[in-house]
Protein backbone atom coordinates (compact mmCIF):
# COMPACT_ATOMS: atom_id res chain seq x y z
CA UNK A 1 0.00 0.00 0.00
CA UNK A 2 1.69 3.42 -1.06
CA UNK A 3 4.96 2.07 -1.42
CA UNK A 4 6.57 5.23 -3.38
CA UNK A 5 5.80 6.89 -0.28
CA UNK A 6 7.43 5.33 2.00
CA UNK A 7 10.86 6.91 1.68
CA UNK A 8 8.86 10.21 1.70
CA UNK A 9 9.53 12.37 5.40
CA UNK A 10 5.87 13.72 5.47
CA UNK A 11 4.46 9.95 5.24
CA UNK A 12 6.74 8.95 7.61
CA UNK A 13 6.39 10.99 10.66
CA UNK A 14 2.44 10.76 9.78
CA UNK A 15 2.32 7.34 10.07
CA UNK A 16 4.66 6.94 13.17
CA UNK A 17 2.33 9.11 15.03
CA UNK A 18 -0.60 7.29 13.80
CA UNK A 19 0.74 4.16 15.28
CA UNK A 20 2.04 5.96 18.74
CA UNK A 21 -1.62 7.31 19.22
CA UNK A 22 -0.24 10.88 19.25
CA UNK A 23 -2.37 12.78 16.53
CA UNK A 24 -3.35 16.29 16.29
CA UNK A 25 -7.21 17.50 15.56
CA UNK A 26 -5.84 20.20 12.35
CA UNK A 27 -3.49 19.27 9.69
CA UNK A 28 -2.79 21.47 6.44
CA UNK A 29 -1.08 19.08 3.89
CA UNK A 30 0.74 21.21 1.85
CA UNK A 31 2.75 20.49 -1.67
CA UNK A 32 2.09 20.72 -5.65
CA UNK A 33 -0.65 18.58 -7.11
CA UNK A 34 0.27 14.88 -7.35
CA UNK A 35 2.60 14.77 -4.73
CA UNK A 36 0.78 12.41 -3.05
CA UNK A 37 -1.29 14.87 -0.33
CA UNK A 38 -4.45 12.50 -0.56
CA UNK A 39 -3.15 9.06 -0.81
CA UNK A 40 -1.10 9.96 2.53
CA UNK A 41 -4.24 11.39 4.22
CA UNK A 42 -6.45 8.32 2.95
CA UNK A 43 -3.61 5.78 4.74
CA UNK A 44 -2.96 8.74 7.82
CA UNK A 45 -6.92 8.19 8.38
CA UNK A 46 -6.55 3.93 7.87
CA UNK A 47 -3.82 3.58 10.07
CA UNK A 48 -5.09 5.91 12.90
CA UNK A 49 -8.83 3.77 12.53
CA UNK A 50 -7.00 0.26 12.22
CA UNK A 51 -6.67 -1.77 15.44
CA UNK A 52 -4.17 -4.24 14.19
CA UNK A 53 -0.11 -4.51 15.46
CA UNK A 54 1.57 -2.76 12.32
CA UNK A 55 -0.93 0.31 11.14
CA UNK A 56 -2.02 0.10 8.91
CA UNK A 57 -2.47 -3.92 9.11
CA UNK A 58 -4.53 -4.30 6.17
CA UNK A 59 -6.61 -7.30 7.81
CA UNK A 60 -8.32 -6.17 10.39
CA UNK A 61 -12.24 -4.88 10.11
CA UNK A 62 -11.33 -0.82 9.91
CA UNK A 63 -8.76 -1.72 7.42
CA UNK A 64 -11.08 -3.33 5.40
CA UNK A 65 -13.59 -1.22 5.36
CA UNK A 66 -10.72 1.69 4.19
CA UNK A 67 -9.91 -0.52 1.79
CA UNK A 68 -13.26 -0.81 0.21
CA UNK A 69 -14.21 2.64 0.58
CA UNK A 70 -17.12 2.38 2.99
CA UNK A 71 -15.26 2.90 6.40
CA UNK A 72 -18.54 5.50 8.04
CA UNK A 73 -15.86 7.11 10.06
CA UNK A 74 -14.07 9.11 6.99
CA UNK A 75 -15.57 12.04 5.20
CA UNK A 76 -14.11 13.17 2.41
CA UNK A 77 -15.38 16.86 0.83
CA UNK A 78 -13.96 18.73 -2.20
CA UNK A 79 -11.75 16.98 -5.44
CA UNK A 80 -13.88 18.52 -8.37
CA UNK A 81 -14.07 22.08 -8.89
CA UNK A 82 -15.37 24.85 -6.35
CA UNK A 83 -16.02 24.08 -2.77
CA UNK A 84 -19.20 25.98 -1.64
CA UNK A 85 -20.22 26.75 2.01
CA UNK A 86 -23.43 24.34 1.51
CA UNK A 87 -20.05 21.23 1.12
CA UNK A 88 -18.42 22.63 4.31
CA UNK A 89 -21.79 22.89 6.52
CA UNK A 90 -22.72 19.59 5.25
CA UNK A 91 -19.38 18.53 6.57
CA UNK A 92 -19.35 20.16 10.02
CA UNK A 93 -22.63 18.40 10.33
CA UNK A 94 -21.21 15.24 10.12
CA UNK A 95 -18.43 16.20 12.40
CA UNK A 96 -20.55 16.32 15.00
CA UNK A 97 -22.04 13.08 14.37
CA UNK A 98 -20.29 10.60 17.02
CA UNK A 99 -17.76 8.39 15.03
CA UNK A 100 -19.76 4.43 15.01
CA UNK A 101 -17.22 2.64 14.43
CA UNK A 102 -13.88 3.36 16.25
CA UNK A 103 -13.04 6.62 18.76
CA UNK A 104 -11.75 9.50 15.57
CA UNK A 105 -14.28 10.78 13.17
CA UNK A 106 -11.89 11.61 10.51
CA UNK A 107 -12.67 14.86 7.57
CA UNK A 108 -10.71 15.12 4.90
CA UNK A 109 -10.88 18.25 2.67
CA UNK A 110 -9.35 18.17 -1.09
CA UNK A 111 -8.12 20.70 -2.53
CA UNK A 112 -8.97 23.57 0.18
CA UNK A 113 -7.71 25.81 -2.03
CA UNK A 114 -10.97 25.61 -4.03
CA UNK A 115 -13.01 26.89 -0.81
CA UNK A 116 -14.20 29.86 -1.08
CA UNK A 117 -14.50 32.99 1.42
CA UNK A 118 -17.86 31.97 2.84
CA UNK A 119 -16.71 27.73 2.62
CA UNK A 120 -13.51 29.17 4.84
CA UNK A 121 -15.60 30.78 7.19
CA UNK A 122 -18.08 28.05 8.06
CA UNK A 123 -14.61 25.93 8.26
CA UNK A 124 -13.19 28.26 10.87
CA UNK A 125 -15.16 27.20 13.93
CA UNK A 126 -14.62 23.71 13.46
CA UNK A 127 -11.23 23.72 12.46
CA UNK A 128 -10.58 25.72 15.67
CA UNK A 129 -12.62 24.17 17.99
CA UNK A 130 -13.16 20.46 16.48
CA UNK A 131 -15.22 17.81 18.46
CA UNK A 132 -12.92 16.47 20.88
CA UNK A 133 -12.96 12.58 18.50
CA UNK A 134 -12.52 14.66 15.55
CA UNK A 135 -9.55 15.05 13.11
CA UNK A 136 -9.47 17.47 9.95
CA UNK A 137 -7.19 17.46 7.32
CA UNK A 138 -6.75 20.22 4.52
CA UNK A 139 -5.02 19.43 1.55
CA UNK A 140 -3.26 22.73 -0.48
CA UNK A 141 -1.25 23.06 -3.21
CA UNK A 142 -0.70 26.76 -1.86
CA UNK A 143 -1.50 27.95 1.91
CA UNK A 144 -1.72 31.25 1.12
CA UNK A 145 -4.92 30.53 -0.83
CA UNK A 146 -6.37 29.61 2.80
CA UNK A 147 -7.24 32.35 5.48
CA UNK A 148 -4.79 33.23 7.91
CA UNK A 149 -6.68 32.50 10.54
CA UNK A 150 -7.07 28.60 9.07
CA UNK A 151 -3.61 28.74 8.32
CA UNK A 152 -2.41 29.58 12.20
CA UNK A 153 -4.61 26.97 13.61
CA UNK A 154 -3.46 23.45 11.20
CA UNK A 155 -0.42 21.74 11.83
CA UNK A 156 1.25 22.22 8.80
CA UNK A 157 2.70 19.15 6.83
CA UNK A 158 4.78 19.83 3.98
CA UNK A 159 5.16 17.34 1.08
CA UNK A 160 8.53 17.68 -0.74
CA UNK A 161 9.62 16.13 -3.93
CA UNK A 162 11.19 12.99 -4.82
CA UNK A 163 14.34 12.38 -5.86
CA UNK A 164 14.96 11.54 -9.48
CA UNK A 165 16.69 8.11 -8.20
CA UNK A 166 13.26 7.50 -6.57
CA UNK A 167 10.95 7.78 -8.68
CA UNK A 168 13.17 6.20 -11.51
CA UNK A 169 13.50 3.26 -8.92
CA UNK A 170 9.46 3.14 -8.51
CA UNK A 171 8.51 3.81 -12.05
CA UNK A 172 11.07 0.77 -13.47
CA UNK A 173 9.12 -1.84 -10.84
CA UNK A 174 6.08 -0.31 -12.06
CA UNK A 175 6.11 0.10 -15.20
CA UNK A 176 8.99 -2.39 -16.51
CA UNK A 177 7.82 -2.24 -20.13
CA UNK A 178 8.15 1.28 -20.63
CA UNK A 179 11.74 1.22 -19.19
CA UNK A 180 12.95 3.35 -22.18
CA UNK A 181 10.80 6.05 -21.27
CA UNK A 182 11.50 6.78 -17.61
CA UNK A 183 15.17 8.31 -17.73
CA UNK A 184 13.34 11.12 -19.62
CA UNK A 185 9.51 10.50 -17.44
CA UNK A 186 11.82 10.52 -14.09
CA UNK A 187 13.74 13.98 -15.04
CA UNK A 188 10.79 15.98 -16.98
CA UNK A 189 8.55 15.22 -13.52
CA UNK A 190 10.56 16.86 -11.26
CA UNK A 191 10.08 14.52 -8.30
CA UNK A 192 5.78 14.66 -8.52
CA UNK A 193 5.18 11.32 -8.94
CA UNK A 194 1.46 11.89 -10.25
CA UNK A 195 3.25 13.51 -13.33
CA UNK A 196 5.18 10.57 -13.60
CA UNK A 197 2.42 8.24 -14.09
CA UNK A 198 -0.02 10.44 -15.36
CA UNK A 199 2.74 10.61 -18.52
CA UNK A 200 3.28 7.18 -18.86
CA UNK A 201 -0.03 6.05 -18.89
CA UNK A 202 -1.15 8.59 -21.22
CA UNK A 203 -0.49 7.46 -24.97
CA UNK A 204 -0.81 10.87 -26.05
CA UNK A 205 1.99 12.39 -23.88
CA UNK A 206 4.60 12.40 -26.73
CA UNK A 207 1.90 13.72 -29.15
CA UNK A 208 0.83 16.66 -27.42
CA UNK A 209 4.39 17.42 -26.78
CA UNK A 210 5.25 17.55 -29.84
CA UNK A 211 2.15 20.03 -31.31
CA UNK A 212 3.25 22.08 -27.88
CA UNK A 213 6.69 22.28 -28.98
CA UNK A 214 6.21 22.91 -32.58
CA UNK A 215 3.90 25.76 -31.85
CA UNK A 216 5.48 27.27 -28.68
CA UNK A 217 9.06 27.74 -31.58
CA UNK A 218 6.46 29.90 -33.77
CA UNK A 219 5.96 32.48 -30.90
CA UNK A 220 9.35 33.89 -32.61
CA UNK A 221 7.66 34.67 -35.39
CA UNK A 222 4.12 36.69 -36.96
CA UNK A 223 1.26 37.50 -34.69
CA UNK A 224 -0.79 34.11 -36.32
CA UNK A 225 1.70 31.82 -34.03
CA UNK A 226 -0.35 33.02 -31.16
CA UNK A 227 -3.70 31.11 -32.80
CA UNK A 228 -1.67 28.27 -33.00
CA UNK A 229 -0.67 27.80 -29.83
CA UNK A 230 -3.50 28.36 -28.43
CA UNK A 231 -4.71 25.70 -30.44
CA UNK A 232 -1.74 23.61 -28.40
CA UNK A 233 -3.36 24.40 -25.01
CA UNK A 234 -6.79 23.20 -25.83
CA UNK A 235 -8.34 26.49 -26.08
CA UNK A 236 -10.45 25.64 -29.18
CA UNK A 237 -11.42 22.69 -27.28
CA UNK A 238 -14.57 23.88 -25.68
CA UNK A 239 -15.51 21.81 -22.98
CA UNK A 240 -12.64 19.50 -21.66
CA UNK A 241 -9.83 22.27 -22.00
CA UNK A 242 -9.21 23.44 -18.42
CA UNK A 243 -9.43 19.76 -17.02
CA UNK A 244 -6.45 19.28 -19.11
CA UNK A 245 -4.75 22.67 -18.96
CA UNK A 246 -2.43 21.37 -16.02
CA UNK A 247 -0.04 18.88 -18.79
CA UNK A 248 -0.93 21.86 -20.89
CA UNK A 249 1.19 24.23 -19.00
CA UNK A 250 4.05 21.81 -17.69
CA UNK A 251 4.12 21.29 -21.24
CA UNK A 252 5.29 24.78 -21.94
CA UNK A 253 7.51 25.58 -18.51
CA UNK A 254 9.07 22.58 -19.67
CA UNK A 255 10.10 24.37 -22.97
CA UNK A 256 11.10 27.76 -21.17
CA UNK A 257 12.93 25.74 -18.38
CA UNK A 258 14.86 24.19 -21.23
CA UNK A 259 15.40 27.49 -23.30
CA UNK A 260 17.20 28.95 -19.62
CA UNK A 261 19.32 25.87 -19.53
CA UNK A 262 20.76 26.15 -22.60
CA UNK A 263 21.59 29.80 -22.14
CA UNK A 264 22.80 29.08 -18.67
CA UNK A 265 24.86 25.60 -19.34
CA UNK A 266 22.39 23.51 -17.44
CA UNK A 267 21.19 20.21 -17.99
CA UNK A 268 18.57 20.54 -21.01
CA UNK A 269 15.22 17.70 -19.94
CA UNK A 270 13.32 17.37 -23.35
CA UNK A 271 16.73 15.98 -24.79
CA UNK A 272 15.49 14.50 -28.22
CA UNK A 273 13.94 18.12 -28.97
CA UNK A 274 16.67 19.81 -27.90
CA UNK A 275 17.63 21.08 -31.89
CA UNK A 276 14.13 22.82 -31.74
CA UNK A 277 14.58 24.40 -28.33
CA UNK A 278 18.23 25.72 -29.43
CA UNK A 279 16.59 27.48 -32.41
CA UNK A 280 14.00 29.35 -30.23
CA UNK A 281 16.06 30.16 -27.15
CA UNK A 282 19.33 31.87 -30.00
CA UNK A 283 16.33 34.40 -31.18
CA UNK A 284 15.00 35.02 -27.80
CA UNK A 285 16.42 37.01 -24.17
CA UNK A 286 16.42 35.37 -20.93
CA UNK A 287 15.05 37.99 -19.65
CA UNK A 288 11.45 37.90 -21.93
CA UNK A 289 11.81 34.66 -21.25
CA UNK A 290 11.73 35.00 -17.66
CA UNK A 291 9.31 37.20 -18.37
CA UNK A 292 6.70 34.79 -20.19
CA UNK A 293 7.24 32.16 -17.25
CA UNK A 294 6.54 34.35 -14.54
CA UNK A 295 3.47 35.62 -16.36
CA UNK A 296 1.82 32.35 -17.46
CA UNK A 297 3.14 30.94 -13.61
CA UNK A 298 0.53 33.46 -12.79
CA UNK A 299 -2.33 32.93 -15.11
CA UNK A 300 -1.99 29.28 -13.90
CA UNK A 301 -2.21 29.98 -10.83
CA UNK A 302 -5.42 31.98 -10.90
CA UNK A 303 -7.05 30.08 -13.25
CA UNK A 304 -10.25 28.04 -12.15
CA UNK A 305 -13.32 26.65 -13.46
CA UNK A 306 -15.90 29.63 -13.98
CA UNK A 307 -13.64 31.47 -15.69
CA UNK A 308 -13.64 31.71 -19.88
CA UNK A 309 -10.66 29.48 -20.29
CA UNK A 310 -10.20 30.20 -24.24
CA UNK A 311 -10.11 34.07 -22.89
CA UNK A 312 -7.36 33.90 -20.41
CA UNK A 313 -5.61 31.92 -22.56
CA UNK A 314 -5.31 34.03 -26.04
CA UNK A 315 -4.57 36.97 -23.44
CA UNK A 316 -2.06 35.71 -21.82
CA UNK A 317 -0.54 34.42 -25.37
CA UNK A 318 -0.81 37.54 -26.94
CA UNK A 319 1.48 39.36 -23.82
CA UNK A 320 4.01 36.54 -23.96
CA UNK A 321 4.58 36.91 -27.81
CA UNK A 322 5.09 40.66 -27.19
CA UNK A 323 7.40 39.89 -24.51
CA UNK A 324 9.61 37.72 -27.19
CA UNK A 325 8.56 41.23 -30.39
CA UNK A 326 8.04 44.04 -28.28
CA UNK A 327 4.85 45.72 -27.91
CA UNK A 328 5.91 48.05 -31.01
CA UNK A 329 5.34 44.90 -33.15
CA UNK A 330 2.15 44.72 -32.91
CA UNK A 331 0.17 45.41 -36.01
ZN1 LIG B 1 -5.80 -2.66 10.49
Same mark, same amino acid.
Given at each position: ??????????????????????? !? &??????? *? $?????????? /??? +? #?????????????????????????????????????????? !? &??????? *? $?????????? /??? +? #????????????????????????????????????????????????????????????????????????????????????????????????????????????????????????????????????????????????????????????????????????????????????????????????????????????????????????????
Amino acid at each position: MGNYLTTQKAFRSLIASARSGNV !R &QAYIFEG *I $KGIGKYTTAR /IFA +N #AIHCTGENKPCGVCPDCKKHIANTHSDLFVVGGGGQIKVEDI !R &QMNEELY *I $KPALSSRKIC /IVR +N #ADNMNNDAQNALLKSFEEPPAYAVIILLSENIKNLLPTIRSRGNKVVFEPFSEKEISEYLLRQYPLKKDAIPFVSLYSGGVIGRATDILENEEFFETRNKMFRAIATLTGDRMSIFKLSEAFGAKGGKGAFENCDLYFDLFASFMRDVLAIKTGARVINQDMSALIEGFCAKVTSSSVLSIIERTAKVRSELNVSMKYELWIVNMLINCWEDINGKGSRS
